[in-house]
């Protein structure tokens, strides 16, 4: 079995860590910014700030397989993974949407 | 709710949830009394060291975790259902029970402490195993009262109104008395031992736990927004999904360094990777319910309670996700395992994705029983919640300085020696850390005071608005 | 409502993914654990005659020298027991061959050697040790790591005074403040004599588990060997 973990220098730690919490943050930041241009609480000029954030989290999960040192096809992997992430807000205001709609048209019936 | 007449298993829950705040305070305590000897070792040196401290501190977190869940449970069973908890006497016999095999426990683990190495130690005194060191005899008694409970539940569902919250519960709290089985025994084969010890551990911090929470927060989203309990129930199964998808084999980024196949490495990345999924999928649906509740003037009818799910929502995506993708990848893990970074994310992952949602309960309990119709953020509420949130929050902050030269200096620089250990341990900004963490500790203690106080005085010292009295019961 | 029910918002469909996809995934950590309980079985003492190697290896590990070493195949360390020999594949393995005297003997039988780990196993959890250090770095983060405690080069600049390291790990945690290191010392845990034998011996032992290279550059960058470049 192949498997091989490269070395990293120390001195890349620190960069590690911040770009992995940013990927986090970013992640938040498009769907946080999508959705709330969708509601409308944001005006449609702002959906650039959400695909922005999209962008950089593209860019800094390449510079995190980078810094991770990982291979040309686990690469390949993580930005098709975040390909995938592009849909994963539209989903889940999709359901959120549809949800709400189909039962809140009646009056509450919650108690 | 009828008025302030409960259901005779609504006052066990409070009984529940008042041990588990006098346990808080424990866990505080003895916390406190480790973040101390970091800085002093030689504080309480032999009469309460370090890992006596260290085990209480983390026991009561886990016991009065599982005590405040066990009495949200009671707390939404009649209410959900419907009708009185079926088998209520036993299940009061089972809380005494239950209560005094903890102090037994509390009492063996701050006065005997350590016992001899034979089998005996581990039937009596501690099994010796991070977070469940509670000796045998006692895991066999948490199983008994745990079987009471469950027949509580499943008794009670079958005979009264069965609820999609409640029917995930069902499925979620059986999954999670049998993961208690896997940490019960005991083998040579410490790598063995440590798989197991995370079948319990992680399936439930980070998968069984989680949808408890999930199931819990939908009673409470109903409760205090008058959510509309079929959207809540559907998007809970939506929750399930996901949470279950990723965190069952996300079990798989503890098992990189413990004597286990190498292709975990690969499983637990990936799948530890998706487990902030549904953390980010409820941060936008909180958003959605925000955006749309905006300016309809609802009112929130528990203010403290929505005000602690707040927390909660933010503190699981920051401590469980932010913090936890930070050292999860094994790349960045074989340097960071065993450092203070699990500590940093500990803190502010149980914080933000359990403690934080078991006082909103609490609070629930609060209203409940004081018959209020709205119960409203008092002064001292206030107080309780920033600066506990707050406190933590710096205090992850604090133990990250800490955690991050600790990975410098003694993973990167000095090859995790014994040597390289204490050289990190000696750094100034490991002791700066270590010292922030300390004072941040006492934020948090403060704020518990203040939490303690409002629960117990809440009702009384409702702020008064202009025409309404607070004792307008339903 | 008349109209038609969209599968996205059937709560049937989502109860049913749910169930399908905990299903599924407790069906895959089932066969995944299977998997890995074969290949983390303790190892015996045939494997150790036929130069087999396992994660968890037999604990007549204890008769035999026990060094941790860049496999350059695996492209990290691994604890090499009783001396290297060439892999087939490539990089190096255990060749359980140089013994090494151990409290004076190295003829320990399997049976002894058992006995001596299952003695220091319950001590370890006996005396709460994962309350204060990391084992397989799991623990409490208050003291050392002890994966490889047996590796430790402070342990060899201690071996002389005591006739081999093995009676210094003893002669420390039977009266740890005495031989304190640290302005953190250990407390005394009432370790008896044969306690501390049995935990040195499970010491020895874990720090030859197969870790996957945890940890990494173990003892090899300051003052000993750099051994990568």
């Known amino acids: ?111 | 709710m009828q008025g302030n007449k409960l259901y005779q298993s609504q006052e066990l829950a409070i009984k529940y949830f008042t041990v588990a705040i006098i346990l808080f305070g424990a866990q505080l305590l003895f916390g406190l009394v480790a973040a101390i000897q970091y800085l002093y070792p030689d504080f309480l040196f032999n009469t309460l060291d370090f890992s006596i401290a260290r085990m209480l501190h983390i026991n009561a977190l886990v016991v009065w975790l599982l005590y405040a869940m066990i009495g949200a449970v009671y707390w939404l069973l009649p209410d959900e259902a419907g009708i009185e908890v079926v088998g209520i006497k036993l299940a009061n016999i089972a809380f005494y029970i239950l209560t005094a095999a903890v102090a037994v426990v509390v009492l063996v683990y701050l006065f005997v402490q350590v016992g001899p190495g034979k089998e005996s130690t581990i039937w009596f005194i501690t099994e010796g195993r991070e977070y469940i060191e509670a000796p045998r005899w006692a895991d066999i008694g948490i199983v008994a009262v745990v079987l009471v409970f469950l027949y509580n539940v499943y008794a009670t569902v079958m005979r009264g109104r069965q609820t999609g919250i409640l029917t995930v519960l069902m499925a979620d709290l059986i999954a999670l008395a049998g993961l208690y089985l896997a940490g019960m025994f005991y083998t040579d084969n410490i790598a063995v031992d440590q798989y197991w010890w995370w079948w319990v551990v992680h399936l439930w911090v980070e998968a069984t736990w989680e949808v408890y929470v999930a199931a819990v927060g939908g009673y409470i989203l109903i409760k205090t927004l008058n959510a509309n309990r079929k959207v809540v129930e559907m998007w809970l199964w939506i929750e399930v999904a996901m949470m279950f998808g990723s965190g069952i084999l996300g079990l798989g980024h503890h098992y990189f360094w413990i004597g286990t196949p190498e292709y975990w490495w690969e499983i637990g990345a990936l799948f530890s990777a998706l487990e902030p999924v549904p953390l980010i999928g409820l941060f936008v649906h909180v958003l959605y319910d925000w955006g749309k509740e905006r300016g309809k003037g609802n009112e929130i009818k528990n203010v403290p309670a929505f005000a602690w799910l707040t927390v909660e929502t933010f503190g699981n995506f920051l401590g469980a996700g932010v913090w936890g993708f930070m050292h999860t990848l094994p790349q960045i893990n074989l340097y960071t395992h065993g450092t203070q970074w699990p500590a940093a994310h500990g803190h502010l992952a149980f914080y933000g994705a359990y403690v934080a949602i078991m006082i909103s309960a609490m609070y629930i309990a609060v209203q409940g029983k004081a018959g209020l119709e709205r119960l409203k953020m008092t002064k001292a509420g206030w107080w309780a919640i920033s600066l506990i949130s707050v406190g933590v929050l710096l205090m992850t902050v604090s133990l990250t300085v800490a955690a991050y030269t600790q990975t410098m200096v003694e993973r990167g620089m000095h090859g995790a020696t014994w040597e390289g250990y204490f050289a990190a341990q000696s750094n100034m900004w490991f002791l700066q850390g270590i010292g922030w963490r300390l004072v941040t500790g006492l934020a948090v203690i403060v704020g518990y005071g203040f939490l303690v106080y409002d629960l117990i005085t809440c009702p009384k010292h409702q702020p008064v608005e202009e025409g309404e009295t607070a004792a307008a019961a339903a | 409502m008349a109209q038609k029910v969209s599968v996205w918002t059937s709560n049937r469909f989502w109860r049913r993914s749910a169930t399908w996809i905990t299903g599924v995934a407790s069906v895959l950590l089932i066969l995944l654990t299977f998997d890995s309980m074969a290949q983390m079985k303790m190892g015996t003492a045939e494997d150790i005659a036929k130069k087999i190697d396992k994660r968890i290896p037999s604990p007549l590990v204890i008769n035999y020298t026990i060094e941790y070493k860049l496999d350059p195949y695996r492209g990290h360390e691994i604890p090499i027991i009783g001396g290297e020999m060439q892999r087939k594949e490539g990089g190096i393995k255990s060749a359980y061959e140089k013994k090494e005297k151990f409290f004076g003997r190295d003829d320990y039988t399997e049976e002894e050697a058992r006995a001596l780990i299952h003695k220091g196993k319950l001590t370890i959890q006996a005396k709460n040790c994962m309350d204060c250090h990391t084992l397989l770095g799991n623990g409490a983060y208050y003291a050392p790591d002890l994966t490889k405690a047996w590796l430790d080069p402070t342990w060899e600049t201690l071996a002389p005074a005591f006739n081999g390291k093995e009676y210094a790990m003893a002669a420390f945690l039977q009266d740890p403040p005495k031989m304190a290191m640290h302005e953190r010392k250990m407390p005394n845990l009432g370790i008896t004599e044969e306690e501390a034998k049995a935990v040195v011996a499970y010491l020895k032992f874990m720090s030859a588990i197969d870790t996957n290279g945890f940890p990494r550059n173990f003892g090899k960058i300051k003052g000993a060997v750099d051994a990568r470049k």
Do not use: N
Not at chain 1, 30 to 35: D, E, I, K, L, S
Not at chain 1, 56 to 84: N, S
């Open chain 1, 1 to 111: 079995m192949e498997y091989y973990m490269p070395d990293i220098p120390s001195s890349d730690f620190l960069a590690i860590f911040v770009v992995s919490a940013l990927i986090i943050l970013f992640g938040m930041a498009y769907a946080g910014f999508f959705t709330l241009v969708k509601l409308k609480l944001l005006k449609r000029a702002f959906m650039v700030a959400a695909y922005g954030s999209w962008l950089v989290l593209v860019g800094l999960m390449f510079y995190l397989g980078e810094l991770l040192r990982v291979e040309p096809y686990t690469q390949k992997v993580l930005i098709g993974a975040m390909v995938g992430y592009l849909i994963f807000p539209h989903i889940v205001y999709f359901l959120v949407d549809r949800l709400h709609e189909r039962f809140e048209r009646k009056p509450s019936e919650s108690q």
